[in-house]
Nanobody
Framework: QVQLVESGGGLVQTGGSLRLSCAAS????????MGWFRQAPGKEREFVAL???????????YYTDSVRGRFTISRDNAENTVSLQMNSLKPEDTAVYYC??????????????????WGQGTQVTVSS
């Protein structure tokens, strides 16, 4: 049974940093895409970042415009984890952050329906 478990969320002030981690179990994802989405109250789940297999030693990284330059996605295939380093946090980054793995269709990589596996989410709150 595949499980994705997020950790690292919390409360931080504007301008602060947090590092989210997602530990996968049940299978390896070294050649699969892994990503992060977020969902704020009353809003739809939105794409944040993803890492996509390119070659044995490199991965593509994609970010939504609002986090590019502030967030960094990384992965450790030996540990079967994906992380999201979030710097210069803003109140509008407040949301539940979800880890996703294994693209169903790369045409939908920035849409929730494009992914197969999901974590339970971790709350990130940025105070002003």
């Amino acid at each position: 049974q595949v499980q994705l478990v997020e950790s690292g969320g919390g409360l931080v002030q504007t301008g602060g940093s947090l590092r989210l981690s997602c530990a996968a179990s049940g299978r390896t994802f070294s050649r699969d895409s892994m990503g992060w989405f977020r969902q704020a109250p009353g809003k739809e789940r939105e794409f944040v970042a993803l890492t996509k297999w390119n070659t044995a030693t490199s991965y593509y990284r994609y970010y939504t415009d609002s986090v590019r330059g502030r967030f960094t996605i990384s992965r450790d295939n030996a540990e079967n984890t994906v992380s999201l380093q979030m710097n210069s946090l803003k109140p509008e980054d407040t949301a539940v952050y979800y880890c996703a793995a294994a693209l169903v269709n790369s045409d939908y990589q920035q849409r929730p329906e494009g992914w197969y596996y999901w974590g339970q989410g971790t709350q990130v709150t940025v105070s002003s």
